[in-house]
């Protein structure tokens, strides 16, 4: 199924589209097939051991159940605290406590985070370390945002760290990073090395996703990492013709499918079906890529089947209740990637703004297109501001004033 020659696999995309589900089952294959095969998690938000169902932490663990399978989770909280105990361990002794306290809450920002963290990952393709001993090494990451930012970043780092040898403030002395110039220039060559790593740029049957697919591998060019395949997972077919709802999804899938953006036309395609079930353990894992085991998972499901009769409330009932008592006030969504965050936003902020509330939608996902979703929505409100908190634009900001202040 997986006709990659390549040692190392990135699985990017939207957030939901099913990264995990295809970074693992591709693992599972791999290992099944008599490859060693180490699956990195750089996702803050890791549900690995969830979906291997077995232990999975920050030390290379063996996956229960499966030979060859080796899983870790990169954390950014821990790689950050580890950080810090390397910068301030040697000043033990020399230092004052007060000073060393200073210097830890100097390193506690997102900067310090997200370098550490990379600092974890450069590891894993620079083969410095247990590297070495697997055949394949595979990242789940998370939405894309975060991935982008994590593959800039050595390219970034690597010119920072020739020109700032004593290191910025959030990183303190350079020297603590566990890898030097060296390690970012060979970790950068090998992204950009078609023969050693490819991208498996994952998305579902619908515009929006798609349209980020075609954002991220225009990214990723640009940064100099071509060698991309496209994943569609979730595609819906009618098993029954005489079932309205199912033909009208699936119309809408093809017709999804068939925009897809020029520049994803020429990159290799292959799809996954939508299953009947949620894609968890090694078993149903295997199944995303044989259509066999499907089936049969899926008649065991069948005859257990059992219906909610739980009546949900309407997204206009829960406005309603929402500006009952209040005429002011914030709302946030929130939850896992993909499960419907913008959407239901979006549909809240236009309902509440109809009411003829003066009504602010805004998002802090880097890689958010709120745009793309209101537009859905048809004619807008006037009393409706759309925006969004880029964080770049936001980190020019917070510099310009901090240097207005202090000169
Ligand atoms: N082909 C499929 N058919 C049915 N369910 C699927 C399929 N692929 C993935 N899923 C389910 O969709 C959900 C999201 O998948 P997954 O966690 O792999 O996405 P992700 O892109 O890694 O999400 P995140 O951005 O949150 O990391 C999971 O519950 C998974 O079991
Ligand atoms: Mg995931």
């Known amino acids: 199924m997986t006709d990659t020659k390549t040692k190392y696999l990135f699985f990017t995309g939207k957030g939901g589209v099913g990264k995990t589900s295809l970074a693992c089952a591709t693992a599972v294959e791999m290992a099944d097939s008599g490859k060693v095969v180490l699956l990195v998690s750089t996702d803050p938000a890791s549900n690995l051991k969830d979906v291997l169902e077995s232990q999975v932490d920050e030390n290379i663990t063996p996956i229960h159940g499966i030979d060859n399978l080796f899983a870790i989770n990169i954390d950014p909280e821990n790689s950050a605290e580890e950080y810090r105990n390397r910068v301030t361990r040697p000043l033990e002794g020399i230092s004052s406590k007060e000073e060393i306290k200073k210097i830890r809450e100097d390193l506690s920002g997102a900067c310090t985070t997200e370098i550490a963290s990379f600092d974890e990952f450069s590891r894993f393709v ?3 370390t247990e590297g070495a001993k697997f055949d394949i090494i595979i990242f789940d990451t998370a939405p894309t945002g975060h ?3 994590l593959l800039e970043l050595p390219a970034a780092w690597s010119n920072f760290t020739e ?3 004593d290191g910025a403030s959030c990183l303190g002395p350079t020297s603590a990073l566990k890898s030097g110039k060296e390690r970012y220039h060979t970790v950068v060559d090998r992204l950009r090395n078609a023969s ?4 498996y740029i994952v998305a579902r049957a619908d515009k929006a996703s798609l349209k980020e697919a075609s954002r991220t591998s225009n990214e990723l060019k640009e940064l100099g990492m071509s060698n991309q395949q ?3 997972n979730g595609v819906f077919k009618a098993m029954d ?8 999804i699936e119309a809408i899938s093809i017709e999804q499918s068939n925009s897809i953006p020029e520049n994803l036309k020429s990159l290799p395609l292959k799809t996954f079906p939508l299953l009947p079930y949620n894609v968890l353990g090694i078993e149903k894992l295997r199944s995303l890529f044989n259509p066999k085991i499907q089936l049969t998972i899926t008649e065991n499901l069948v005859s257990t089947l059992a219906f909610s009769t739980q009546e949900l409330k309407g997204i206009n009932e829960l406005t309603e209740e929402l500006c009952k008592n209040q005429q002011h006030g914030l709302i946030m969504t929130m939850g896992k990637g993909g499960v419907g ?3 239901a936003a979006s549909a809240i ?3 509440l703004a109809k009411k003829g509330f003066e009504v602010l939608l805004t998002t802090t996902d880097p890689a958010a297109h709120i745009q793309d979703f209101i537009e859905q929505l048809g004619e807008l409100p006037a009393t409706l501001t759309v925006e969004r908190i880029d964080p770049k634009v936001e980190t020019q900001r917070y510099t310009e004033k901090i240097l207005e202040h202090k000169g």
């Open 126 to 128: 620079s083969g410095e």
């Open 147 to 149: 991935t982008l930012r």
């Open 163 to 165: 020109e700032n040898p």
């Open 196 to 199: 050693l790593t490819s991208f």
């Open 230 to 232: 496209l994943y569609i």
């Open 241 to 248: 013709k005489q079932d309205e709802l199912a033909n009208k």
């Open 341 to 343: 965050k913008t959407i």
């Open 349 to 351: 902020a236009v309902l």
